[in-house]
């Protein structure tokens, strides 16, 4: 058995200046290892040793009963040790760092950080006794677990080149094809190459991109950087592939085309990656390397021949001449992120390629669609006719390049440039604005309509598009310490104007929701308009809810009933509370042009009440959402009677204790969207709901009260066996009616 001489001088274990070297000395003593002598170099101890190895008679890769190990130990602290084994025919076998001599073989022993390794102790014993079970569990073939990935085929670089998910159909079979590539430098000077998108696009270089797939090879078979294109064709002739032969042909088809004579050249190479000789392709590992101009290429591997400066091809193959010449750059290739992946690295397991449009563009809606395109989730479109300012960029997802730019182009100009294979398109306009032509192709074919928009226009806008699209809104409180979501049902028997309505029937009666749409008096001034203030709200709750928000948007797609849910965050503890409110089915009467949404807990409470204070009349007010754009009036809440009015078994006088001071306080916590709508009552059993001259009298003075503002007013009549429901306004000469 012939060994390989350790590197550096013959020293005594006296003269060891690394802790490690010290410590593996006196390990030596162990029975199944031997010390056979301590070198030294400039920057390291080494020391070799003699290991006894436990292997049974047959093995899987030729590890001997004894082997020589040569263990450098760096003076520098934190440089892990490298472990070389000292036999000259050592076999290629898995985990064997790659080095640029193959000479001795690096073992590769651990699978952490070294510096990890330090802080659980690494010491000699330690060290001696894990290169001793490397080799027993390389020899029987069970150092590999089935589970790890397969190894590199070749070192890697610090150069790269970013290609496309899809860069294997360029290049089926082999070809030569020209791509626009872009080239930066980063601040160790290492190069990074992008094949842009736009195959010859005027923004970078051309260049001829040679592609070649060999057949299939064992992993880990190639363990040396090729540094001419001679010595890459040898090594792949090792493992069976003829390079020079196809690269000839490729080269000749491209030298007839005079334009590609001074194009830089980068050949890649697809390497398909086995496990085992017999087991199937599991990977494809691609290396480039960049070679130089198509013409000295040609002349170097004896394609063409150079003559008085001119360069004019051979008739024949000059085979004298096989790339020995041609320098090599080896490039790392990573394939650009796709929507897959993404999805794969958030933990989605797969892509969504449910179709959304998103309206508004945001501090809030552009951290959304950011987290919701990164995690790969969904297949966005962007509505927003607002540019960038340069107060937005305290919370906006987007960066001082883009300031005046349409925000919804800039989102999409931006992460388009993120995945590969996910484009974002954007319409730079007021979704109020879209014809009926361009609204029918903006939601052909969608799964959901996000609004963020942080407008109740554009939300009731939405909710009475004409289109079965789900809806779902995402707004902050006015203070930003509050996140909204209001979703609408997949079958859209909730809408996303009832949801509103609802939502802020809650703030009156969840105390747990005091305060949520307060306004803090803080705002700045950005421009000379008088609407030209922004609210102050901390870009860290922004990011917060942002990340929230898209959580929840991608969990909706999983759940098909409507929602509303609040998240609140405790100002001390920084603690978010989620609050999650039941939405309820809303009966819509048409009375004439009027369209009466009336919720089903109102319906409850106004029966249980009639109900309990039987044989006696009672009744209350009304509480409810006026949308007079729209036509549309929701009655959400009702108040019962005041303690001063009257109860008798034929009639009902409300009065009025604490009624205003009520209704300031609705004001107040809803920020004006609820107010009073009318008067509610009761008729006793085996009456009609029909109204009296006096009910009459009731909604003419309720109408008197109501005509001052515009409004509509409203009755309400609670039988026995019907709830009866009376509208009218200044247009009419006489009240609607409506029965439930």
């Known amino acids: 058995m012939s060994f390989l001489d350790a590197p550096g001088n013959s020293v005594t274990p006296e003269s060891l200046k690394s802790a490690l070297g010290r410590e593996l000395v006196v390990a030596s003593r162990l029975p199944f290892v031997k010390l056979v002598e301590v070198r030294a170099l400039d920057n390291a101890d080494v020391i070799v040793l003699d290991f006894s190895v436990e292997r049974p008679r047959d093995v899987v890769h030729e590890i001997r009963h004894c082997e020589r190990i040569a263990v450098i130990c760096f003076h520098t602290s934190g440089e892990i040790p490298e472990v070389l084994a000292l036999r000259d025919d050592f076999p290629l076998t898995p985990h064997i760092n790659l080095r640029s001599c193959e000479f001795p073989r690096s073992l590769c022993l651990y699978d952490e950080a070294f510096e990890l390794l330090q802080l659980r102790n690494l010491t000699g014993a330690k060290l001696i006794r894990r290169i001793r079970e490397w080799l027993a569990l390389t020899a029987i073939g069970e150092l590999h677990a089935d589970d790890q990935p397969l190894e590199p085929i070749m070192l890697n670089s610090q150069d790269l080149i970013i290609v496309p998910p899809n860069i294997h159909d360029f290049f089926k079979g082999n070809s030569a094809l020209q791509f626009g590539i872009t080239k930066d430098q980063d601040h160790l000077s290492r190069y990074i190459f992008r094949i842009s998108p736009d195959i010859n696009s005027t923004n970078t270089s051309n260049i001829l991109c040679i592609g070649v797939v060999t057949q299939a090879i064992l992993h880990g078979v190639i363990r040396s950087i090729p540094k001419t294109l001679d010595e890459l064709s040898t090594l792949l002739s090792a493992v069976g592939y003829k390079l020079l032969p196809e690269l000839r042909k490729l080269v000749r088809e491209q030298v007839t085309h005079s334009e590609y004579m001074q194009n830089n050249v980068i050949l890649f190479i697809a390497l398909p990656k086995v496990r085992s000789i017999s087991s199937p392709v599991e990977r494809i590992e691609w290396r480039a390397f960049v070679l130089p101009k198509l013409q000295e290429v040609a002349v170097q591997i004896g394609v063409c021949a150079k003559t008085d400066g001119e360069v004019g091809l051979l008739l024949s193959i000059d085979e004298s001449c096989n790339g020995q010449d041609t320098n090599l750059n080896l490039l790392d290739v990573v394939h650009a992120l796709t929507q897959d992946q993404a999805a794969l690295l958030n933990g989605l397991g797969s892509a969504n390629t449910q179709k959304i449009v998103q309206i508004g563009v945001g501090a809030l809606g552009s951290q959304v669609f950011s987290n919701l395109y990164r995690a790969g989730f969904g297949q966005l479109t962007l509505v927003d006719n607002d540019r960038l300012m340069p107060h937005n960029l305290a919370r906006h997802a987007l960066s001082e390049h883009f300031i005046g730019q349409n925000k919804a182009n800039s989102m999409a100009l931006l992460l388009n440039k993120t995945l590969s294979d996910n484009p974002v398109t954007s319409i730079p306009n007021d979704i109020f604005k879209l014809n009926e032509d361009e609204l029918k192709t903006t939601l052909s074919g969608i799964n959901m309509i996000l609004d963020c928009s942080a407008s109740v226009p554009v939300a009731r806008y939405l909710a009475k598009l004409q289109s079965n699209v789900r809806r ?72 917060l809810h942002a990340a929230i928000g898209s959580r929840a948007v991608k ?186």
């Open 472 to 543: 779902v809104s995402l707004f902050l409180s006015p203070n930003g310490k509050d996140l909204v979501l209001l979703a609408e049902d997949s079958a859209r028997q909730i809408k996303l104007d009832q949801l509103e309505a609802q939502y802020y029937e809650a703030l009156i009666e969840e105390s747990s929701l005091e305060g949520h749409l307060a306004v803090s008096n803080s705002r700045i001034r950005y421009g000379a308009s008088c609407r030209d203030v922004s609210s102050i709200i901390p870009q860290d709750l922004v990011a």
């Open 555 to 740: 969990q909706i797609f999983d759940q098909t009933p409507a929602q509303i849910s609040i998240w609140r965050i405790n100002d001390s503890s920084g603690e978010v509370s989620r609050i999650e409110l039941q939405p309820k089915k809303m009966h819509v009467l048409e009375a004439d042009t009027w369209k009466l949404h009336v919720s089903e807990s109102v319906l409850d409470e106004v029966r249980r009440l009639r109900n309990a204070q039987l044989p006696k009349e009672t009744g209350g007010t009304l509480i409810g959402m006026l949308d007079l754009c729209n036509r549309n009036i929701y009655l959400t809440g009702i108040l019962k009677a005041p303690d001063d009015s009257v109860e008798y078994p034929t009639h009902f006088i409300r009065g009025s204790q604490g009624l205003v001071e009520k209704y300031r306080d609705i004001a107040t916590k809803t920020l004006e969207m609820l107010e009073y709508l009318g008067e509610w009552h009761t008729h006793p059993n085996g009456c009609t709901t029909l109204p009296s001259n006096d009910d009459k009298q009731v909604l003419e003075w309720i109408r008197q009260d109501k005509d001052r503002d515009g409004e509509p007013s409203l009755m309400v009549i609670v039988g026995e066996k019907e709830i009866r429901f009376f509208v009218t306004d200044s247009t009419m000469d006489n009240y609607l009616e409506v029965c439930l």
